[in-house]
């Protein structure tokens, strides 16, 4: 029998603010943050079968939208959130058709050449992106009377954002739509003589994954109140894949788990060991030596009962 990994982790996550102290407060936001973009890296990845390493362009060109509007007095939060989000959605429509005429490497290297080029524009263009320096001074929005720039009030706004994010994306897996997303990643021969249209429902997909990356990117831009060419980077493309790969993909869970892994050795265990990411890589082959399918499965298989396995 399952003991579903959900409801320790909300559990957690919700108490976290009562207990720890601010520095532990703004280390789960950022986890949070990173949790909402694994879930919709998690949607290609895991549901879809189709790896991405330009995710990062989603979230990064939110956060400079966002901030470019509300630094330049263009906008309120609200218009300039609802912009950024539109204009996101615009791209993955335009990045789902180049990068959908490729499977498999073809298409990780199509999002990975899309990436690197807003990279080296967010890099170039200064005077609209701010360069290196990126842009800078934005202040958190305030939705309905709440100060968000409190930590443990932030910390509750994103907890509640990404609890969102999972229902939305839990109640599309279950879907008729995931059950064609699924379909089509695992027979997509069959499913093309059953009458599907295979690659808009892969251009669908793109759509929702870079919709959950924009909600991923409106929370990163709060939290930091800066935006800078990294965000864009290779990187952070592949610190999310290494998310969700090592939590587990097509899990619910799984992105959360990696998610917290990742940060927690980032800002917590960096401070400890200088070569951590030398300890992220060890990590990250051990997870793959012992649990193939990343921790979220291999915890299932451990807590299966000896009634429910197999004879």
Partial sequence: MRRPLAPVIVVVLAGLPLVAPVYYVNIGSQILVAAVFALSLNVLVGY????????????????????????????????AAAVAVAVTLLMAAFFGVLALRGSGLTYLMITLALGQILWGIAYRWAALTGGENGISGMTRPRPFGLDLGAPRTFYAFALVVTALVFAAIARLVHSPLGAS????????RRMRALGHNVWLVQWVTCLIAGAGAAVGGLL?????????????SLTTSAEALLMVIA?????????????????VLKNVVSAYVPRWVMLLGIVFVLIMLFMPQGIVPGLRRLWRSPSSSPR
């Fill in 247 to 263: 939590g587990g993909a097509a899990t619910l869970s799984g992105p959360l788990v990696g998610a917290t892994l990742v940060v």
């Fill in 181 to 188: 997303i699924a379909g089509c990643r695992d027979q997509p």
């Fill in 220 to 232: 990163y831009v709060y939290y930091y109140q800066f935006v800078a060419p990294p965000v864009l």
């Fill in 48 to 79: 879809a079968g189709l790896t991405s390493l330009g995710h990062a362009a989603y979230l990064g060109v939110t956060a400079y939208v966002v901030a470019w509007l509300t630094t330049r007095g263009a906008a309120g939060h609200l218009a």
